[in-house]
């Protein structure tokens, strides 16, 4: 090789320089995805002088370039038909290498070797992202809730990647940190279900929100739950119907009452009249006479068919 350089390729055989980003490339779930890596092309080359390749980890080949074509035979079966490199671009040291339809497993570190006389090679760090789905949030035991109860609002959100970062706030958007618990299960699939819950004291009204951020796509999405209208409003209508039932039953025992008054007084009369009449019966023959006319009114009173 070195005789070579020195006799027939001189212009080739200089160190060269491969150009990754020193930072990890993201790549969204089923999305494609381009790992860049450029290397300082010589100063006159043919593609016929140039081998180039892509590995991730050791005997996984991704993709592969020598003597002037695109050699697959031994790439390995998950990147068949998945890969692309930009053989436009190839002569002006571009060698990045497209991905189609990126799934959890494409994670890794991908080397990029060139070999073009002298030979170099870079590593680029593939992450993947999914977005979570918005979450939704619900109210454990909504019914007969009053402010002063303890209880649970659960969160949850699916199909994100990687884990996600949860954050509770209230209404005035103050940060709820107390009292959260939070699980994080992956799916066969590595995808992760989250599930968050907070024990809050329910306030007169309040509302809770949940956040999920994803911190490599730094991106959030919400979801807020008010705790006044709908679970609060049931006690509220209970207290209406019971002050109802209350007047209902009040103004019943005043009719009671005024019917009883009624009766009693009835009553009351009757005894008095018929305590009189013992009397008159218990007074002798003076007393007689005078009662006659008595008697005989109330009787006229009492039914007036008689009279006619
Ligand atoms: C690559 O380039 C460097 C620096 O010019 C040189 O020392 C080395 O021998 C070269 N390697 C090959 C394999 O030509
Ligand atoms: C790759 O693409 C070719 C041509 O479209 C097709 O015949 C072949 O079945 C594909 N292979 C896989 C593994 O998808
Ligand atoms: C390589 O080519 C691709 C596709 O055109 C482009 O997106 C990328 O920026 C190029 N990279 C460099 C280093 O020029
Ligand atoms: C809430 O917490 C997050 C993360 O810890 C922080 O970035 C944010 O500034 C906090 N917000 C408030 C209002 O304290
Ligand atoms: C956390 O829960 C405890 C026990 O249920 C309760 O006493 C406390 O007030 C709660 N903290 C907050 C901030 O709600």
Same mark, same amino acid.
């Given at each position: 090789m070195d005789v070579l350089c020195f006799f027939l390729l001189l212009p080739l055989c200089r160190s060269i320089e491969v150009i990754v980003p020193d930072v990890p490339v993201t790549g969204i779930l089923d999305e494609d995805v381009i790992l860049?890596?450029? $290397?300082?092309?010589? /100063?006159? $080359?043919? &593609?016929? /002088?140039l081998s180039l390749f892509w590995e991730i980890t050791k005997l996984q080949q991704v993709h592969s370039f020598t003597k002037g074509q695109e050699q697959l035979e031994k790439q390995d079966p998950k990147f068949i038909n998945r890969t692309e490199l930009f053989l436009g671009q190839l002569l002006q040291g571009n060698m990045s290498l497209l991905l189609h339809k990126v799934s959890l497993s494409d994670e890794g570190i991908y080397t990029c070797f060139v070999n073009v006389g002298n030979s170099s090679s870079a590593a680029v760090s593939l992450q993947v992202a999914a977005s979570y789905t918005k979450p939704t949030l619900h109210l454990e035991s909504s019914e007969g809730l009053k402010p002063g109860d303890q209880v649970i609002v659960t969160c949850h959100t699916y199909h994100g990647y990687p884990q996600a970062?949860? &954050?509770?706030q209230d209404g005035s958007g103050k940060n709820l940190t107390e009292n959260v618990t939070t699980s994080q299960v992956a799916n066969e699939e590595g995808l992760f279900h989250v599930q968050s819950s907070i024990h809050v004291t329910l306030e007169t009204s309040d509302t809770y929100t949940c956040l999920v951020y994803n911190p490599l796509l730094q991106v959030a999405t919400h979801a807020s739950l008010s705790v006044t209208g709908q679970h609060l409003s049931f006690p509220l209508v209970a207290v209406w119907v019971t002050i109802g039932l209350c007047a209902c039953l009040l103004g019943l025992l005043v009719a009671l009452a005024c019917v009883c008054r009624k009766q009693l007084k009835q009553t009351c009369e009757e005894e008095q009249e018929e305590a009189a009449s013992n009397e008159e019966h218990e007074e002798n023959g003076e007393l007689k006479t005078a009662m006659q006319p008595l008697k005989a009114s109330s009787a006229e009173g009492d039914d007036p068919t008689t009279v006619e």
């Amino acid at each position: 090789m070195d005789v070579l350089c020195f006799f027939l390729l001189l212009p080739l055989c200089r160190s060269i320089e491969v150009i990754v980003p020193d930072v990890p490339v993201t790549g969204i779930l089923d999305e494609d995805v381009i790992l860049p890596c450029s $290397f300082s092309p010589p /100063d006159r $080359f043919s &593609l016929q /002088d140039l081998s180039l390749f892509w590995e991730i980890t050791k005997l996984q080949q991704v993709h592969s370039f020598t003597k002037g074509q695109e050699q697959l035979e031994k790439q390995d079966p998950k990147f068949i038909n998945r890969t692309e490199l930009f053989l436009g671009q190839l002569l002006q040291g571009n060698m990045s290498l497209l991905l189609h339809k990126v799934s959890l497993s494409d994670e890794g570190i991908y080397t990029c070797f060139v070999n073009v006389g002298n030979s170099s090679s870079a590593a680029v760090s593939l992450q993947v992202a999914a977005s979570y789905t918005k979450p939704t949030l619900h109210l454990e035991s909504s019914e007969g809730l009053k402010p002063g109860d303890q209880v649970i609002v659960t969160c949850h959100t699916y199909h994100g990647y990687p884990q996600a970062v949860i &954050l509770w706030q209230d209404g005035s958007g103050k940060n709820l940190t107390e009292n959260v618990t939070t699980s994080q299960v992956a799916n066969e699939e590595g995808l992760f279900h989250v599930q968050s819950s907070i024990h809050v004291t329910l306030e007169t009204s309040d509302t809770y929100t949940c956040l999920v951020y994803n911190p490599l796509l730094q991106v959030a999405t919400h979801a807020s739950l008010s705790v006044t209208g709908q679970h609060l409003s049931f006690p509220l209508v209970a207290v209406w119907v019971t002050i109802g039932l209350c007047a209902c039953l009040l103004g019943l025992l005043v009719a009671l009452a005024c019917v009883c008054r009624k009766q009693l007084k009835q009553t009351c009369e009757e005894e008095q009249e018929e305590a009189a009449s013992n009397e008159e019966h218990e007074e002798n023959g003076e007393l007689k006479t005078a009662m006659q006319p008595l008697k005989a009114s109330s009787a006229e009173g009492d039914d007036p068919t008689t009279v006619e």
